[in-house]
């Protein structure tokens, strides 16, 4: 396999799930020291490392998650696995609990948590795919920022901007943060809303064409609503490499 035939599989390389004959592929290319592939886990790397920084130090990704996000990229989990009968079980639990105790209540609040874990799980996993469609892109550059909130950009003029940041306080009340991509000698176009978690982490999409003369991508504090120009000064910026081919 050549090396934009692996490009897709990196970060599965990164986290340890990425299967035959394309793990192989790719440890055969990194050990005869190929330079597409050895800058291209580095920068699966340190994705799947801001990933993980962002999740709460709690949290457990659901095996169902998992066989969803492998299933988006096109690898299949072989065998009979424990979905079905864990299913069946969590239908003959809830069964059970209307049938023999009555319970109706309990058990229409038990699926609506349900209906809502399944729900949140499906957004995540949408926003997963658009990060890396973004980070895989084949004119994707990386800026980085620091000095207070400190992150990467990643930023592609035919998929969009990717924002992954840390130490980033929430925002007070009535108020979010706005991103800015800045052409040169042009006024700021808005990028979105977002707000960051409780722990100061952030990450944030706006999909769509970039423009071709950007060259800052920057972040400031608005009112919830947004405003059409910045108000106030950036946060943070950083520089946006060339976008043209």
Known sequence: MNCEELRDQYELYAIGVAEEPERSEIRAHLNRGC??????????????????????????????????LLASVGV??????????????????????????GRQTTALQEMALLKNQLRTQTIDLARLNE???????????????????????????????LLIASNLPPAPSGKAYEMWVIPKGGKPIPAGMFQSEQNGTAMHIQ?????????????????????PQPTSQPLFAASVRSLLP
Request: proline fraction near 6%.
């Open 35 to 68: 330079e597409v592939c050895m800058a291209g886990m580095k920068r699966a790397r340190e994705v799947t490392a801001i990933f993980g920084s962002a999740a709460p130090p709690n949290a457990v990704p659901s095996p169902r998650l998992r066989r969803r």
């Open 76 to 101: 299949e989990q072989k065998g009979f696995g424990w979905a079905p009968i864990l299913g069946l079980a969590l239908a003959l639990s809830l069964f059970a609990v209307v049938y023999f105790y």
């Open 131 to 161: 990060a890396f469609a973004i980070v895989n892109g084949g004119d994707t550059t990386v800026s980085s920022f620091g000095n207070g909130p400190k992150g990467k950009i990643f930023t592609s003029k035919s998929q969009g901007v």
């Open 207 to 227: 999909r769509g064409a970039v423009d071709p003369n950007a060259d800052l991508v920057a972040v400031t504090m608005e009112d919830e609503a947004g405003a």
